[in-house]
């Protein structure tokens, strides 16, 4: 099985920065594919920012410029600088990491979530 805990989350004033981390375990032979989602109260969970293992990226529309996901495949981890956070980003954050297990295992491992609170 391959686990994910995160960490980082926390309460910070609007303007503010947080780093989130999150970092993978287990018998794992490949990651392709890391990112972080959020979802706040009574609201869908959706994406925030992706990372493949060729480095490509992707962002919600939301936090362009101010949040960067940055992975480090050696400890088999991913990150998310988040900086000007506003009130709206105020959220329990997932990571998300796939790939494979054995040649012919794949897995689609969840974090436990970080909660992040941003105040106005």
């Known amino acids: 099985q391959v686990q994910l805990v995160e960490s980082g989350g926390g309460l910070v004033q609007a303007g503010g920065s947080l780093r989130l981390s999150c970092a993978a375990s287990?018998?794992?032979?490949?990651?392709?594919?890391m990112g972080w989602y959020r979802q706040a109260p009574g609201k869908q969970r959706e994406t925030v920012a992706t990372?493949?293992?060729?480095?490509?990226?992707t962002y919600a529309d939301s936090v362009k410029a101010r949040f960067t996901i940055s992975r480090d495949s050696g400890k088999k981890s991913v990150y998310l600088q988040m900086n000007n956070l506003k009130p709206e980003d105020t959220a329990v954050y997932y990571c998300?990491?796939?790939?494979?297990?054995?040649?012919?295992?794949?897995?689609?491992?969840w974090g436990q979530g970080t909660q992040v609170t941003v105040s106005s």
């Open positions: 998300n990491a796939r790939g494979r297990t054995t040649l012919l295992a794949q897995f689609n491992s």
């Open positions: 287990g018998s794992i032979v490949s990651i392709d594919f």
């Open positions: 990372i493949t293992s060729s480095d490509t990226r």
